[in-house]
DNA sequence: TTGATTATGATAGTGATTATCAAATTCAAA
DNA sequence: TTTGAATTTGATAATCACTATCATAATCAA
């Protein structure tokens, strides 16, 4: 429950920038860590604030940019405008199965898609770099 | 003129919403479908000036909107925060293939890939609705 | 301990989109 | 054809998520 790994990447990360240690930052991405849910910026502000409530949205903003830089966490744009970051350090790769009635999402990968779009870009003289795909239905519960 | 199918289809649907006939949305719906390119609301906005330079930046969303509900244009969001209008209308369903270097994208098509998604959708107990796949690479070009 | 450098939080600014509103336009009814 | 209630418009204000600015505070190598 501490995290040491991540830690460590992030300290890393933040020596060979050049940057300084914060304890703000810290903070920020334990918390970030501590929950496996989607979060946006104004949500992780929200909780973050709980632990150190003078922590101001601008530092959450710069660092977790710092956190998508250094492979801890990455931007997540489901279909609407929002953004939203996850976990990225020791996540495999996986896409989103987006439910249209209740939002709620599941993680999904499907090795044989991933390879067609490696055959499919390809084929187009693309050299592919990464994919995001979302898919919209209505999931189990809410068929009822 | 062009586009009568698509004129009708919006008249049906500006009468079945009560809604009132007006000059500036055939300027702009006529300026949509005279281009294939995938515009931002202000590239419209551009365009439409040149036909119509009173035409303000709110009637064009407006219109757009109206666009999308008819089932004439659909939003497009790539990767970062633009949104986009594409033709809906007479329009197979296709992804996109995006050059990371220049902006440049390619429209493709796999039927495999479409009849995957749906049987992972199914194996996760959902109705699959519909789904955006981008792809990110490096274009032909950009290799060079 | 020092002091150059970086980090912070408050706040101003930005860009895209939406809301507001008075004036113009549409269109069904007279 | 005129009328007038309802809708549309363009200008502009407001909003929202995010970034830039800046004075002050914290960090850390020397
Ligand atoms: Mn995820
Ligand atoms: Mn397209
Ligand atoms: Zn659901
Ligand atoms: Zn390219």
Redesign the interface.
């Known amino acids: 429950m501490a995290f040491e790994e991540e830690q460590k990447i992030f300290d890393s990360f933040v020596r060979e920038k050049g940057l300084k240690h914060s304890a703000q930052r810290i903070d920020i991405l334990l918390t970030f860590l501590k929950t496996e849910k989607h979060l946006t910026a104004d949500e992780l502000h929200t909780l973050v604030k709980k632990k150190n409530p003078a922590i101001g949205i601008a530092t959450v903003y710069r660092t977790l940019k710092l956190l998508c830089e250094s492979g801890l966490s990455s931007e997540l744009?489901l279909?609407d405008?929002s953004?939203r970051y996850e976990h990225f350090y020791g996540h495999e790769h996986h896409d989103h199965?987006v439910?249209?009635k209740c939002g709620n999402f599941?993680e999904?990968l499907?090795t044989?898609?991933e390879k067609?779009?490696e055959?499919?870009?390809r084929k187009?003289?693309?050299?592919?770099?990464?994919?995001?795909?979302?898919?919209?239905?209505?999931?189990?519960k809410c068929?009822g």
Chains 1, 2 share one sequence.
Not at 124 to 140: A, D, I, P, R, S
């Open positions: 744009r279909g405008g953004v199965l439910c249209i599941t999904v499907d044989e898609i067609l779009q055959r499919l870009a187009e003289g693309f050299t592919l770099q990464g994919h995001k795909l979302l898919m919209y239905g209505v999931c189990k068929k």
